[in-house]
């Protein structure tokens, strides 16, 4: 009778107790992302990545100057899709993305760079980061010598650290 009513306490405290370290995956730590695919003639609504690191680090850009940047990598669970790009720690506004650069690779693995891409920084300090985004990535066909584009209608990522 006493393993029983061990077991019974047991198991209820076992489910009372609430464990923070299997929450991975942060609900509101997501970037969301509409664009319409040109080679496959697909529009894709709702692509979400829910896998996000954004590791700050310092460039050497000369002797004398250092940029503070943040490396933004954002994955999905379900396929090999990846947003990567950089921007200047602690810096809003439409000026922030360093060199233009924001790469894309889709499901199938293609590689995609930027062409031209708006994004905005409403938020960039050491609680949140936050931005809206959109624009054109492209890939370069060496079979067929010709740009193909992927054009971003929307995309936003928050992230709550």
């Not at 002797?63 to 090999?80: K, P, Y």
Request: charged share 20%; aromatic share 14%.
């Amino acid at each position: 009778m006493r393993k029983i009513l061990f077991c019974f306490i047991f198991l209820f405290v076992l489910s009372c107790s609430k464990d923070e370290s299997l929450n991975i995956n942060n609900s509101s730590n997501l970037l969301e992302m509409a664009y319409y695919e040109e080679i496959t003639n697909e529009y894709h609504s709702g692509k979400t990545f829910t896998i996000i690191n954004i590791r700050p680090f310092e460039k050497v850009v000369s002797s004398t100057e250092e940029l503070n940047l943040l490396q933004i990598t954002a994955r999905t669970n379900h396929d090999d899709s990846i947003v990567l790009f950089e921007v200047y720690a602690n810096k809003t506004g439409n000026d922030v993305l360093y060199n233009n650069v924001f790469d894309f690779r889709t499901a199938r693995g293609t590689p995609y760079n930027s062409e031209r891409i708006e994004l905005q920084v409403l938020a960039n300090d050491d609680k949140e980061f936050i931005a809206n985004f959109t624009g054109r990535v492209k890939h370069y066909n060496q079979w067929v010598p010709e740009y193909i584009y992927i054009d971003i209608s929307y995309g936003s990522i928050v992230f709550k650290y």
